[in-house]
């Protein structure tokens, strides 16, 4: 069973950066995409980010509300996955979840495509 936890997320003014992390442990993490997704109060849980296995390419696939501002990365020798967000604005504040699964492409970009899921990190985004 692969467990993953989140880190990172806290309290920033619009403008501003923060980097979160998602440590991988009982699985083959190179094996798998990693995604980050994330839920406002009130809303439906959406994408944000995604990195494929090395084995695809190592590709990396971005919402448009994420792109030019966030950047997603993975280290397989740590077994982490990064997203950096930078430019904050108040619409990021959220719970930002990890994500993995072997989605196929039509299923990158949804909940249903990954199996195994964080349990969230705050991020709150201030004016």
């Known amino acids: 069973q692969v467990q993953l936890v989140e880190s990172g997320g806290g309290l920033v003014q619009a403008g501003g950066s923060l980097r979160l992390s998602c440590v991988a442990s009982?699985?083959?993490?190179?094996?798998?995409?990693m995604g980050w997704f994330r839920q406002a109060p009130g809303e439906e849980r959406e994408f944000v980010a995604a990195?494929?296995?090395?084995?695809?390419?190592?590709?990396?696939y971005y919402a448009d509300s994420a792109k030019g501002r966030f950047t997603i990365s993975r280290d397989n020798a740590r077994n982490t996955v990064y997203l950096q967000m930078n430019s904050l604005k108040l619409e990021d504040t959220a719970v930002y979840y990890c994500a993995a699964g072997v989605p196929i492409l039509s299923a990158l970009h949804t909940s249903q495509g990954y199996r195994h899921w964080g349990q969230g990190t705050q991020v709150t985004v201030s004016s």
């Open positions: 990195v494929r296995a090395s084995g695809g390419g190592g590709r990396t």
């Open positions: 009982g699985g083959t993490f190179s094996a798998y995409t």
